[in-house]
């Protein structure tokens, strides 16, 4: 997942903490991070099961994170009987991160964590133990999840296998905690988008899938706000070397896709016959409907087309536009 893996999925944490410490600056509130806002008790049903593997092991792939990943091969999936159990982050750079087991084991995994501790740690970064998590885990965009979904999230994870994994806890180290945000307790029900309307249903599943996160390039100053889903982000791991495609409607970016190319390129991992590396999680998006994949699409034609050559096929270059070496990088040109 690479040394910046950590830093792209912080972009949309830095953004959302200026509309943190605004909402903060208007509402006195009582609750600490270990005080719960809302009481939660999640009823299993089919349906809940369903829609919450659907989630999952879809747009918010949790177990490309949660998982140790067989990155050799396509659609990074986890490896046999490790699904969920926890990974630490080491290939990421990060010894110190542990993305926990999630499993219903109850010693080393979730067996014993309440509904309420599920949610407050899905949607709003505070662990089991009352810890503040680090942002890698994308609380910042699943605040946005909405209570059924939650729900349904929560009992898919206690219907998984327990698998047996002890793993050490996270100590974020001095410096890093500069990027933990201030803990903002969900006060209020979050309904989830009109799901009838493609646009804002495909902008719920870009939250969801982080994809703002990865496709967005990062300076000191956090997430370049101009270069927004114009991609720039390095990876590099045990998955190779790659930086994010610019997924915006500009000649530069996907405007040359139609809505049956873009399903197909998310099912498949393929454009064409070009292949995308599996951090792109295409291994999970591919679970998708059509309906959902076509929603995301609806959604990324009305973002703003944003200019910046991309080309992982070309031998990386500087780029003075996003300031990082890419494919193409010496083909764009600040004003
Ligand atoms: C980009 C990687 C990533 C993704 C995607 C991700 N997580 Fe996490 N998650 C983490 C990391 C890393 C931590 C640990 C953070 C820490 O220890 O400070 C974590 C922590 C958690 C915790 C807290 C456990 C505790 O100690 O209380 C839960 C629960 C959790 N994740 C569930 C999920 C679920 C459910 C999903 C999908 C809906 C998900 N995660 C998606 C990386 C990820
Ligand atoms: C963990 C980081 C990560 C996340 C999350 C992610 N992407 Fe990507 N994406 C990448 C990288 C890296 C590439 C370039 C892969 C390559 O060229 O081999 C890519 C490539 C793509 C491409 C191919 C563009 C092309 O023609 O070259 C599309 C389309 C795409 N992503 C859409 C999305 C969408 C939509 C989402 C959210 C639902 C998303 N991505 C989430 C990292 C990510």
Not at 78 to 84: N, Q, R
Not at 208 to 215: A, F, R
Not at 271 to 292: C, H, Q
Request: aromatic share 8%; proline share 8%.
């Amino acid at each position: 997942m690479g040394r910046k893996r950590w830093i792209a999925e912080l972009t949309l944490v830095v953004v959302a903490l200026a509309g943190v410490i605004l909402s903060i600056g208007y509402t006195t509130r009582k609750n600490t991070p270990t005080e719960p806002a809302r009481s939660f008790n999640f009823n299993p049903t089919v349906a809940r099961l369903e829609r919450g593997r659907y989630i999952v092991e879809g747009p918010a792939h949790c177990f490309q994170c949660h998982s140790e990943v067989d990155w050799q091969n396509p659609g990074a999936q986890p490896k046999t009987g490790k699904k969920a159990a926890g990974t630490v982050f080491i290939e990421d750079g990060m010894d110190w991160l542990v993305a926990p087991n999630i499993t219903p084991d109850r010693e080393t995994g979730a067996g014993t964590w309440t509904d309420d501790q599920f949610a407050r740690a899905i949607r709003e970064g505070i662990g089991h133990d009352g810890r503040r998590l680090f942002p890698v885990m994308p609380y910042m965009n699943f605040r946005e999840m909405s209570d059924e979904d939650l729900a349904s999230v929560v009992v898919y994870l206690r219907s998984l296998n327990p698998v047996r994994n002890q793993l050490p806890k996270s100590i974020i180290p001095e410096p890093a905690k500069a990027h933990v945000p201030p803990p903002q307790p969900l006060t209020a029900s979050v309904p989830g988008p009109d799901m009838t309307d493609p646009v804002a249903r495909g902008k719920y599943l870009v939250t969801l899938g982080n994809c703002m996160s990865c496709h967005t390039p990062m300076n000191q100053q956090g997430p370049m706000k101009q270069l927004a889903l114009a991609g720039g982000m390095v990876f590099k791991g045990p998955w190779g070397d790659v930086t994010s495609a610019n997924i915006t409607p500009d000649a530069s970016g996907i405007s040359y896709y139609n809505e049956a190319m873009f399903v197909n390129t998310l099912r498949t991992g393929q454009v064409g016959a070009r292949k995308l590396n599996s951090i792109m999680p295409w291994g999970y998006f591919r679970n998708m409907t059509d309906e959902d994949l076509k929603s995301i699409y609806a959604y990324l034609r009305t973002v703003t087309p944003v200019q910046h050559r991309v080309d992982n096929t070309e031998v990386p270059t500087f780029c003075e536009v996003c300031r990082s070496h890419h494919g193409y990088g010496d083909k764009n040109h600040s004003e």
